[in-house]
């Protein structure tokens, strides 16, 4: 069992790894917040698609 990366971006699963992630596809339940988050991020797509918003990114200094 494994999960091997490369630097291109793709993954493969092996062995209880694989059939831990096919189970988890075929019979999980999203929680209540993952599909809120899921929600909003289409809505924010649609928008930049829409050229209706602009995206500001800052970046604050983080504590030591």
Known sequence: MAVNSTAFGSVTLTGDDAKKFKRQV?????????????????????????????????????AS
Request: without cysteine; glycine residues 6%; charged residues 30%.
């Open 26 to 62: 075929t019979f999980g339940k999203p929680k209540a917040t993952a599909k809120a988050s899921v929600k909003r991020g289409v809505e924010l797509a649609e928008a930049f698609r829409a050229n209706k918003r602009t995206l500001t990114v800052r970046v604050r200094a983080t």
